[in-house]
């Protein structure tokens, strides 16, 4: 299903949709799954790329923090994987049994006529697996995800400017040492890998969606990507904290606290019955997924 253009002019809600970040926005922190995926990507770094164990907790800290994922960073300095296996080993062993179905964040969400979709960093196929588990699969129009804005499947698919930027070196950027050591002659490398918090990533997926970001809240526990939303134009949301971060229009203790903080959202009970979805699947643009 591909996304429609929704847009209207003139009189109409202040908001038409809403954009959810998944993991930990959508379910709390407690179920135990990001823990799982940051031992997950160490254990692939170690296994799969050769890192060395005791390196691995600075590294994914430098990376995460300088190019928004782990996965990102490692292919700026130039480590070589397929993404589908990166994906396979870091969510496909996660414990989803954690995550249990939720009566109330499904109410609120059918109860709300705007649009409504996901935008994750995560793979399509652990998305529709979060999503199920919580039983709201059916609640939003589509999915905005690592596929979607990078619709090349592998190192091996990415085009031949990266490739050749991969290749300028014979083995990967040491970003440990850099990091202890900055040069004003050096800078980081470039990821070719398109991701939040990325003013890019938004803008894109914006684009993709046919969003309207002076009608749109986006929702997500990042403090960074609230902040790249807030600069991309969208009203925001931060949610898992209470205080509002750099960039918050609104803080949420829980997702569930939605009506108390945007009664407004309920105002419009009225807007077009076009943005109510069947029940039975997750819809997903097909032309840039994978």
């Excluded at 109330?104 to 588990?133: C, E, G, S, Y």
Aim: hydrophobic share 35%; proline share 6%.
């Amino acid at each position: 299903m591909e996304f429609e253009d929704r847009y209207r002019q003139g009189q109409g809600p202040k908001f038409d949709c809403l954009l959810f970040d998944l993991d930990d926005t959508l379910y709390p922190m407690s179920s135990g799954l990001a823990k799982e995926v940051l031992k997950n990507i160490g254990d692939y770094m170690v296994k799969k790329l050769g890192i060395e164990k005791e390196k691995v907790p600075a590294l994914c800290d430098l990376l995460y923090k300088n190019y928004g994922t782990t996965m990102a960073g490692l292919r700026a300095i130039e480590y070589e994987f397929e993404y589908d296996d990166y994906h396979g080993f870091v969510h496909g062993r996660l414990p989803y049994h954690n995550l249990k179905t939720d009566p109330i964040l499904r109410n609120l969400l059918f109860n709300m006529p705007q649009r409504k979709l996901i935008f994750t960093n995560a793979d399509k196929n652990h998305a529709v697996k979060a999503l199920n588990m919580l039983g709201v699969e059916d609640c939003f129009e589509g999915i905005i995800c690592f596929e979607t804005l990078n619709p090349s499947k592998n190192y091996e698919d990415e085009d031949e400017d990266d490739r050749e930027i991969n290749h300028s070196r014979n083995e990967p950027f040491d970003i440990l040492q850099f990091s202890s050591q900055p040069s004003s002659l050096s800078q980081l490398p470039k990821t070719p890998i398109l991701c939040k918090p990325s003013i890019d990533a938004f803008d894109e997926a914006l684009r993709i969606a046919n969003i309207d970001p002076q009608r749109t809240i986006f929702f997500d526990d990042s403090p960074r990507n609230i902040l790249s939303a807030k600069r991309a134009g969208l009203h925001t949301v931060l949610v898992g904290n209470s205080v509002r971060s750099r960039g918050a229009d609104h803080a949420l203790k829980s997702i569930h606290n939605i009506r108390e903080a945007l009664p407004e959202l309920w105002e419009s009970e009225k807007m077009d019955e076009t943005v109510k979805y069947p029940s039975g699947k997750v819809a997903i643009e097909t032309p840039v997924t994978a």
